[in-house]
T-cell receptor, first 113, second 111 residues
Framework: EAGVAQSPRYKIIEKRQSVAFWCNPI?????LYWYQQILGQGPKLLIQ????????DSQLPKDRFSAERLKGVDSTLKIQPAKLEDSAVYLC???????????FGQGTRLTVV | SQKIEQNSEALNIQEGKTATLTCNYT??????LQWYRQDPGRGPVFLLL?????KEKRKERLKVTFDTTLKQSLFHITASQPADSATYLC??????????FGPGTRLSVLP
């Protein structure tokens, strides 16, 4: 079974530039999550999708971050414009639904300089 | 406000001993509590899930307890090995389907 795929693996951008991350979840998984993990901290939930609808985006900085899940499968997370404090690992995860284990991708390490 | 705390940032134990990690939460009503392992440079990997009406779950050398009155979960690794060294994260899933993680505890098992 293929795991959660994320790209790119690493990205370095200057502040005020824009960046996009892509995630392909495990086939059949209805729930998709994007997390931000700053070094030394636990993952912070940015947005959660159930199929292509948003379940929770309460911690997504909507003035600069946006996310979509096309046809309930792949998802993209965009930051525009980036700030220095956005430097973190962005993790995508998917699960069958409530009570199911979450499978994580390897993450995208973003450095904003 | 809602909060998830894990006992300490780092825990060092001797090989062969039992490691006990704590997860405490406030202002959540979790339907499920999960434990994950995270190695440097990698995403978290699922270990165990326990439901709100369960007291204890075991899997090989791992044991999880869940006390909804104390709002606490304990995660035990018995006969610990250096290969168990990693960061361990607890995660709560509520009926509102929020899936949130604690800050993690970095465990080092010393040979």
């Amino acid at each position: 079974e293929a795991g959660v795929a994320q790209s790119p693996r690493y990205k370095i951008i200057e502040k005020r530039q824009s960046v996009a991350f892509w995630c392909n979840p495990i086939s059949g998984h209805a729930t998709l999550y994007w997390y931000q993990q700053i070094l030394g901290q636990g993952p912070k939930l940015l947005i959660q999708f159930q199929n292509n609808g948003v379940v929770d985006d309460s911690q997504l900085p909507k003035d600069r971050f946006s996310a979509e899940r096309l046809k309930g499968v792949d998802s993209t997370l965009k930051i525009q414009p980036a700030k220095l404090e956005d430097s973190a690992v962005y993790l995508c995860a998917s699960s069958l639904g409530m009570g199911g284990e979450a499978f994580f991708g390897q993450g995208t390490r973003l450095t904003v300089v | 406000s809602q909060k998830i705390e894990q006992n300490s940032e780092a825990l060092n134990i001797q090989e062969g001993k039992t490691a006990t990690l704590t997860c405490n939460y406030t202002n959540y009503s979790p339907a499920y509590l999960q434990w994950y392992r995270q190695d440097p440079g990698r995403g978290p990997v699922f270990l165990l899930l326990i439901r709100e009406n369960e007291k204890e779950k075991r899997k090989e050398r791992l044991k999880v307890t869940f006390d909804t009155t104390l709002k606490q979960s304990l995660f035990h690794i018995t006969a610990s090995q250096p290969a168990d060294s990693a960061t361990y994260l607890c995660a709560l899933e509520t009926y509102g389907q929020n899936f949130v993680f604690g800050p993690g505890t970095r465990l080092s098992v010393l040979p």
